[in-house]
């Protein structure tokens, strides 16, 4: 063995480790993306709740709130791909419940997953009218 056996070792170690920090980097990136978008639609979806549970709203309008919230929060555009409604006959315990569901496809950005929904619930009581 001579002294020259390892040359041009560093750059193939620095090219390999690189590489795997870039894709570590990415995927995190990846989970914040997909976390923050559920977080927005977890507030959005129970923010129409409450708005849609007021004594002088129907649950009709909570859905409408929710929507908009998203597209305050993440831009028109994926907005637009999220469908939030507002689900019929809830009651706790006796008491009427106004439930807004929001349902969309997460923006995936680096990862070769496909198409990933999610599905989320907002709950209020409803004031009596």
């Given at each position: 063995?001579?002294?020259?056996?390892?040359?041009?070792?560093?750059?193939?170690?620095?090219?390999?480790?690189?590489?795997?920090?870039?894709?570590?980097?990415?995927?995190?990136?990846?989970?914040?993306?997909?976390?923050?978008?559920?977080?927005?639609?977890?507030?959005?979806?129970?923010?129409?709740?409450?708005?849609?549970?007021?004594?002088?709203?129907?649950?009709?309008?909570?859905?409408?709130?929710?929507?908009?919230?998203?597209?305050?929060?993440?831009?028109?555009?994926?907005?637009?791909?999220?469908?939030?409604?507002?689900?019929?006959?809830?009651?706790?315990?006796?008491?009427?419940?106004?439930d807004i569901r929001c349902t969309g496809?997460?923006?995936?950005?680096?990862?070769?997953?496909?198409?990933?929904?999610?599905?989320?619930?907002?709950?209020?009581?409803?004031?009596?009218?």
């Amino acid at each position: 063995m001579s002294a020259h056996d390892d040359e041009g070792a560093a750059v193939v170690d620095f090219v390999l480790v690189s590489v795997l920090v870039v894709v570590l980097f990415l995927i995190v990136f990846q989970v914040g993306i997909v976390l923050h978008v559920r977080n927005v639609m977890v507030s959005a979806a129970a923010e129409g709740a409450r708005f849609g549970a007021a004594a002088d709203r129907e649950p009709g309008d909570g859905a409408e709130r929710a929507r908009s919230a998203i597209e305050d929060a993440l831009g028109a555009t994926i907005a637009r791909s999220m469908d939030c409604a507002a689900v019929p006959g809830g009651d706790l315990d006796g008491a009427p419940v106004v439930d807004i569901r929001c349902t969309g496809p997460m923006p995936i950005v680096f990862l070769p997953t496909g198409q990933v929904t999610i599905t989320v619930h907002g709950h209020a009581l409803e004031e009596s009218r």
